[in-house]
């Protein structure tokens, strides 16, 4: 049986580092490292790079070890075996698109800190009842929004969100304003056509910008 090994980093740190979290898709290994400086460059840190596609844990191993000012984590964790591989690859903490017990566990066995996604009262609870106090809602926009955050705030007063799903710049800032939102997450901050041209620049100065958005 997996020891449990403390995580290097808490889920409030995460979130506390800059207003938003990008949430990353990579299908070139050639792209990980340059991305992952740029967006260090531009002053935001906690990269989550999804399980979306077979490159993903070499991208993460490639930040984890030739980027010294990044902290990797990994998205759409959706499996004990799943965090195993991220943990491996360097992983520092895992957001999930829900959660289970599960995955809880195995995050907590290889020293992940885990944001759990959450969309509803019940998950909340069930989250709550294995300790998350730090919590992902997803999908933000389809499943309710500020006005949603806001109506959880009363009942669910000591949790905090990272809210992820439909957040662009447009909109960021009335989750930011919230009491119970520490940060926002989003696939806006790494387009892939920026990717595919290796435009570091433009995403060192979205990053500078998203950086800067006030909580
Ligand atoms: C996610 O994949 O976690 C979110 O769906 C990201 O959503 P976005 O692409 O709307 O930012």
Redesign the pocket.
Known sequence: MAVTTTPMLTALQVMQDAPVIP?IVLNDVAHAVPMARALVAGGIRMLEV?LRTPQALACMEAIAKEVPGAVVGA??VRSPADAAAAAKAGAQFA?S?GYTRAVGQACRDHGLSLLPGVATGSDIMMAQEDGYTELKF??AMQAGGPAMLKAWSGPFFDVKFCP????TPANALDFLSLTNVACV????LVPADALAQGDWRRLESMAREASHLSR
């Open positions: 949430v999804t998205g759409t957001v698109p997803f999908p992820t799903g439909g957040v997450g989003g696939s806006w």
